[in-house]
């Protein structure tokens, strides 16, 4: 296929531009001005259209493919949500009025949605609020680990590092360091877990506290989650859940009351946006009642009169993270898909997301080397290191291509030689599913 | 997936071959990395 500049015939176009009345040179700057003309191609209108639409047809999208990507995930995105987010009352409010005088009147639904939707977190995580400012899932564990810093800062603690496991997301360590924390690494155990030994042996009193995905990258819920928690307290640790696969136990276990004192959750994975091109994102954290001071400012506060404002007064915070109030058409979609599905819908997710990569797992396992012994959580790890004559987990990925499938995960998570990761999804049909595996 | 698992002990070239029905086939990531092409050179179109 050609690209749009092949296509270019000088003097061509689609759209003929009236001249304007005012010279460019009326109002801008000479030194300012293009001496040359842009190179741009020379496309008649229906060239551009054509040329565009072929260029589409070549995607793979999950509107038309299946996609068992797993981890950083492409989840069902319903079009309402879609809707919602594009009303023109939402998507056209300038973000500056609710900080105007009054403005917080001008913009009650504006900051409805944003006040309901942090409840509606709190609710669904057990933490006591929520702010919803970070604009993605790494924001979001730098924010925490900025409130963590300010916690122990607070308190006097002398603590001087993070302790995060193995199979943990590499932005996990990153924003422990960014935050002026040394990373411990620990292990998994043959069974996917956190090796709890080796954890208890790094465990000390200067443990500001332990970064832990759960269920982690492996698709494995560590059954001695509530003993780990325990430990950290102990030592006057925080911990933190890093909620990338929270799409596994929505409405089945609050992380609050597990007893993680911080969480963050991507509502691009969990939350309906669609997710996998790179962003937007947004990454919400959540904290428990003793953290609640250091939550970033502004904060949408609820008046005895039921007036919505923006409050600044808290001396506490650790200040703004992000310009206005997060990623809001995006904060839009989720506000929309948790309405939609309610608490049953939303446990329902869940569930079926942990059935269908079981279904996965068990027709898969004769033939690659699954991670999990038993069952697994929303995804599936297995090692493509059965493959015979020198054919490669790559080489998997790109035979997928040419039955009709996007291939899944590969390489990933690093302590897996070989990794094939995929993720069943919660939406899909069983025939999808079937299909993948035969 | 059972079906590229049994082509790898079968018929190993075909799997190494793929993708053969996609509008870009294999690329050779490593040339590709090398010999960066980031902006179109009219000069160095192909038509």
């Known amino acids: 296929m050609k690209l749009i500049y092949e296509l270019s015939s000088k003097g061509r176009g689609g759209v003929r ?15 300012l001005l293009r001496a040359v003309p842009a190179d741009l191609p020379e496309v008649s209108e229906s060239e551009v259209i054509r040329h565009y639409t072929r260029l589409s047809r070549l995607n793979y999208s999950v509107d038309t493919h299946f996609y068992p990507l797993g981890s950083c995930t492409m989840k069902h995105n319903p079009r309402a949500c879609e809707a919602a987010a594009a009303l023109p009352d939402l998507c056209e409010t300038h973000p500056l009025w609710p900080q105007l005088r009054h403005g917080g009147l001008l913009t009650a639904g504006f900051l409805q949605i944003l006040y309901s939707l942090e409840r509606m977190l709190s609710e669904v995580t057990g933490l006591a609020e929520f702010t919803l400012q970070p604009m993605a899932g790494s924001h979001g564990e730098l924010t925490a680990v900025m409130m963590m810093a300010a916690y122990h800062r607070e ?32 292990p998994s155990d043959s069974s996917g877990d956190m090796d709890i030994e080796k954890f208890k042996a790094a465990l000390n009193e200067e443990t500001a506290g332990v970064m832990l995905t759960l269920p982690s990258t492996l698709g494995v819920f560590n ?47 969990s939350f309906s946006t ?20 250091y939550l970033p400012i502004s904060r949408i506060a609820k008046t005895k009169d039921g007036i919505y404002t923006l409050d600044y007064d808290f001396p506490k915070s650790i200040g703004y993270i992000a310009p206005f109030y997060g990623n809001f058409a995006l904060l839009v979609r989720a506000y929309a898909y948790l309405l939609m599905l309610g608490r049953d819908g939303l446990r329902a997710t869940s569930d079926r997301a942990v059935l269908n990569a079981n279904y996965v797992q068990e027709k898969l396992r004769p033939y690659f080397s699954a991670v999990t012994k038993g069952r697994c959580m929303h995804e599936c790890v297995f090692s493509g290191k059965t493959l015979a004559n020198g054919v490669h987990t790559l080489d998997l990925a790109k035979a997928l291509l040419d039955r009709g499938y996007h ?32 | 997936m059972i079906d590229i698992f049994e082509l790898s002990k079968t018929n190993p070239d075909a799997v190494h071959a793929a993708p053969v029905t996609t509008p870009v086939g294999r690329l050779d990531e490593v040339a590709a990395a090398k010999n960066m092409e980031l902006t179109f050179i009219p000069s160095a179109s192909k038509e």
């Open chain 1, 17 to 31: 531009v009236p001249e304007d009345r005012i010279s460019e040179s009326d109002v801008i700057p000479s030194n």
């Open chain 1, 155 to 186: 308190r006097g603690n002398k603590k001087t590092h993070i302790i995060i496991p193995d199979s943990a997301h590499g932005t996990n360590p990153a924003s422990a360091a960014l935050g002026g924390y040394g990373v411990v690494t620990i």
């Open chain 1, 407 to 438: 291939a899944p995960t590969i390489y990933f998570p690093l302590n897996v030689p070989e990794a094939i990761m995929i993720e069943g999804k919660r939406k899909r049909v069983k025939l999808s599913i079937s299909s993948v595996r035969t």
């Open chain 1, 223 to 269: 059954p001695r989650v509530k003993e780990i928690i325990q430990a950290v307290h102990e030592v006057d640790g925080l911990m933190y859940y890093d909620g990338a696969n929270f799409n596994a136990i929505m409405g089945r276990i609050k992380p609050g009351e597990l007893g993680f004192d911080l969480c963050h959750l991507n509502l691009h994975k």
């Open chain 1, 274 to 293: 669609p997710h996998g091109g790179g962003g937007p994102g947004t990454g919400p954290v959540g904290v428990c009642e003793k953290l609640r001071p």
